[in-house]
């Protein structure tokens, strides 16, 4: 997730574009650049690091004159956050490059598309998706009448996800931009237009916009706008909306906190986790999970997930579908524990660390023991360039975009849907009988999540907010699941925790009998996972059970299923072990709406910090 602003209006277009990432800086901070045209001939600045560097850059600048241009804040996904991958790009032959590119997203097809390139004769300094598109949008225009032709001839090659804006030596004052499956917006001002990948990029100027689809081209200049259509290039009707938000709701995306926006981003976070990573084919089969990252390293024996928190969590979700799946044996270990134990390992053994930051100290401890016993270790991380993504043997990047919320939600998500992909990677490298029937539910499932779940996001809040108002006097809850709905219910303990300071304790719903229930009375409420699966009949059970000791419970259940339970929340129905990327946005929500309802600082809980980089 990047940040994207075009200007072409009559200001100094430079300052303005960097006042823009500044309030963009919340979508990434690893890189930034502008480019403009000035004097007929193209010019591109960048820097690595926060925007500061950028400006610094700048400052020793001839004054840019130029009242038309783009800018870029980077958030990695192909390539180290390095300068020579900061945006924009340039595209052209060596030597005659004359259009630059910035772009939030990426392009599945890229390696296919630069092959292409190379072998036409361009040449590529760095190792982005993003410089691909600059040349093919060249090579468009080769073949072109004009810009506009080429620039959509170039697109309609990229697969995948875009939001895009060009300057071109050719049209100085003009800015093309376009999008597909990322977010991108036109703003609309008097003697002025801008285009960005959020409103706050632009908000001081205009609170005038247009929300462009996906297939559309804005061809934007100082006095005009125009959307057209990307495959005929004929012209839309769009309509124009005031937004009455202020910066920060801005920033939120209209959204009352960080974390609800968060939530509500999980359908996009698992297409952009699995862009790339599920090979097209023609002929119906299903296509194999691609992880190129791990093809040079061995098939584990057994795995070691190492972690720490939601990240915790999230593994040992994922053991579930590793052994399943790939039928290689887990072992899932919390990193402060681990770091101080023997350490003991079997030849063959891997370890995975998984976590967001990159930087949670235990996890990166862990992973430096692991590694000084002579095992590999694959990190699973969300930011670029972070110490565990650096050190580790080989990295598989959970592409969700910066998480801002203290109180991980997508990261989660998006760590799932990777450890599902690896459990569908080893099962293929290790010849699995069946796997290639499971792969194919399971990518038709998982490329169903993104809409099933924009459907469903919305009643879930409503049911969420609901029960919030009915229980948020509680002084107590368990959480209950059996399976890989176990570490779902740890989650939602954890979650209640840390952002509505309720005791929640999440347990196995079979463990009950042994000790907690003596708890159970009529105002400690049980929030219970009872998805139809093959562990449904034990967790009723074990509903049952809580019922007898007039305990009341909110029970996750499927369409049709009748439980006989105070709350009972239905939800959509998603075969197998993937049925827990629907019940985690719900018990989400559910602890957002707790926190919000009690008046809780949702965003900053109270003596938490997004990444402990302390032990
Ligand atoms: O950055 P990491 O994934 O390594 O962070 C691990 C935990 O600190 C983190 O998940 C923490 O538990 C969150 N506050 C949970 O919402």
Redo the contacts with the bound molecule.
Sequence with gaps: MCGIIGYAGNRPAVPLIVEGLRRLEYRGYDSAGVGFVQGGRLNVIKAEGRLAALEEKLAHCPNTLAVTGIGHTRWATHGAPVERNAHPHCGGRSGQEHLAIIHNGIIENYQELKADLLAAGYEFRSETDTEVLAHLIAEGRARSASFLEGFAWALRQARGAYAVAVVTEEEPSVVYAARMSAPLILGVGVGEHFVASDIPAFLPYTRDVVFLQDGEIVRLTDHSWEVLGLFDLAPREKSVQTIQWDLQAAQRGGYKHFMLKEIFEQPRVIADCLAGRVEETSHGAAGRALLPELDALPVPSRLRII??????HAGLWGRHLLEQWAGVPVTVEIASEFRYGEALFEPGEMAIA???????AD?LAALRLVREKGCPVIGLCNVVGSSIAREADAVIYTQAGPEIS????K?MCSQMVLLALLALYYAQRRAVPGAEAVRADAFRVLRDLPDILEAALPAMRETAQRLARAYASAGSFFFLGRGPAYPLALEGA??LK?LSYIHAEGYAAGEMKHGPIALIEPDFPTFAVALSDNLFPKAKSNIIEVQARRGPVIALINPGVELGVEEPWVVPAVKGPLAGFVALPAMQLFSYEMADALGKDVDQPRN?A???TVE
Aim: charge should be neutral.
């Design positions: 972690a720490c928190g939601t990240s915790y998984i976590s967001q930051s990159g930087e949670t996890t203290v109180a991980s939600t990261a954890l979650k840390e938490l997004k990444s402990v």
